[in-house]
C-alpha cells in the first residue's frame, strides 16, 4: 500500500483545511487508518483514527470538536478536516494504515505511511 497526502499549506488562525490521503491497493478498505503530527522537534503524535468500516472514530484531545476523520473506500481515501486552526497544530501531518494491534495512538503499530505534508498556521 503506498499512502499520499496532500491538502497541506499556510492558513491563519481560526482558518480550516482539508487534509487527504490517497491509497493504491484494495487491502486499504480493511485496514484502520490514522492520521499522526510531528512537532519540529518533537516525536510524532497521535491526532485521529478511523475503523474499517468508518463506524469508529478516535480523537486526541486537543482536536475534539475541530477535527474530523473521514474515509471513503470506494475512493481508497481518507480525510481530515481541521476547522478552528490554532498556531500550535503547525506541523508536519502524516497518514498511516494497517493498525498491527489495538494501540490506535501509537505510530509504532502502522505498517504504511505517507510522505507527510506540512501544515503551518499563523497567529
Known amino acids: 500500500v503506498q499512502l499520499v497526502e496532500s491538502g497541506g499549506g499556510l492558513v491563519q488562525a481560526g482558518e480550516s483545511l482539508r487534509l487527504s490521503c490517497a491509497a493504491s491497493?484494495?487491502?486499504?478498505?480493511?485496514?484502520?487508518v490514522a492520521w499522526f503530527r510531528q512537532k519540529a522537534g518533537k516525536e510524532r503524535e497521535f491526532v485521529a483514527a478511523?475503523?474499517?468500516?468508518?463506524?469508529?472514530?478516535y480523537n486526541e484531545d486537543s482536536v475534539k470538536g475541530r477535527f474530523t476523520i473521514s474515509r471513503d473506500n470506494t475512493k481508497r481515501t481518507m480525510y481530515l478536516q481541521m476547522n478552528s486552526l490554532k498556531p500550535e497544530d503547525t506541523a508536519f501531518y502524516y497518514c498511516?494504515?494497517?493498525?498491527?494491534?489495538?494501540?490506535?495512538?501509537?505510530?509504532?503499530?502502522?505498517?504504511?505511511w505517507g510522505q507527510g505534508t506540512q501544515v503551518t498556521v499563523s497567529s
Open positions: 491497493g484494495h487491502s486499504f478498505r480493511s485496514y484502520t
Open positions: 498511516a494504515a494497517q493498525a498491527l494491534g489495538s494501540t490506535i495512538t501509537s505510530p509504532k503499530i502502522y505498517g504504511y
Open positions: 478511523i475503523s474499517w468500516t468508518g463506524g469508529t472514530t
